[in-house]
């Protein structure tokens, strides 16, 4: 799948409400949004396999405690002032065989 926003307009491309438990998101890529990927801090996630591409703030991020980010690929963050990062995860979370690259502010 893919999912295309059309840049500072739209905010996020996949957001996890109420603090959803062991959600999984895998094999897609999020472009052109805000944030790619939000979760609150009261849930936990796992994303695998997603490409998240030419966000403004965030490609990932995963606020909640225990999440896990697995074999993604977050690039050419930013295009915003403000606090940029490829991905953001919570306490306890594991950020394995991900590559972050050209992601600034």
């Known amino acids: 799948y893919s999912l295309t926003g059309l840049g500072e ?16 998101i ?3 890529t999020i472009s052109r ?12 996630a796992h994303i695998h396999h997603v490409r998240a591409n030419a966000n403004l703030i965030r490609g990932i991020n995963l606020a909640g405690a225990a999440s896990l980010v697995e074999n993604c690929i977050v690039e050419n963050t930013g295009g915003i002032s403000g606090d940029i990062m ?4 919570g306490q306890n979370s594991i ?9 600034s502010g």
């Open 26 to 28: 895998r094999n897609g």
């Open 86 to 89: 490829g991905i953001l995860v």
């Open 9 to 24: 307009n739209n905010p996020e491309g996949i957001v996890l409400m109420n603090n959803p438990a062991d959600i999984e």
């Open 33 to 44: 949004w805000r944030i790619g990927i939000a979760a609150g801090s009261g849930g936990s």
């Open 95 to 103: 950020v394995r065989q991900c590559i972050c690259r050209n992601n």
